[in-house]
């Protein structure tokens, strides 16, 4: 009597579907604007930091923005190595393109005109 393996098969295939979904996820992500090919300035601060927070973020052109607050998103300061807050990082598609961090009293020295002048070289460096 032959034994029917289907059910075996049937499991192997969907583990190999669940492996390729997991590898392919984690190796897209990189910058954490989602699949944007564009530019993307990020602060990350802490909720203990509001007082720091850069307020004009928002004013910048020509780049999308987003915030992380990393009290409540942990991970995100181990995988962007954020050892002071707030940081700004900048992002031209998956690939951190700058960076600025506070200084030791916890407020960013950079300007939002220092901070957009980058914005404009990497744009200017596409062409």
């Not at 004013?59 to 995988?79: G, M, R, V, Y």
Request: aromatic share 10%.
């Amino acid at each position: 009597m032959k034994k029917d393996y289907t059910w075996l098969k049937m499991m192997a295939g969907y583990i190999l579907i669940l492996l390729f979904m997991i590898m392919s996820n984690s190796a897209n992500g990189q910058s954490p604007c989602g699949d944007d090919d564009g530019l993307c300035v990020v602060q990350f601060n802490a909720g203990f930091n509001e007082a720091n927070k850069v307020k004009w973020l928002g004013e910048l052109t020509d780049c999308e923005n987003k915030f992380i607050d990393i009290q409540t998103d942990a991970k995100a300061s181990a995988k962007y190595k954020i050892v002071v807050v707030p940081t700004i990082l900048i992002f031209n598609g998956e690939e951190e393109v700058g960076r600025f961090q506070a200084n030791i009293m916890m407020k960013m020295e950079a300007t939002k005109d220092e901070v957009q002048e980058k914005i404009d070289e990497i744009i200017m460096e596409d062409f």
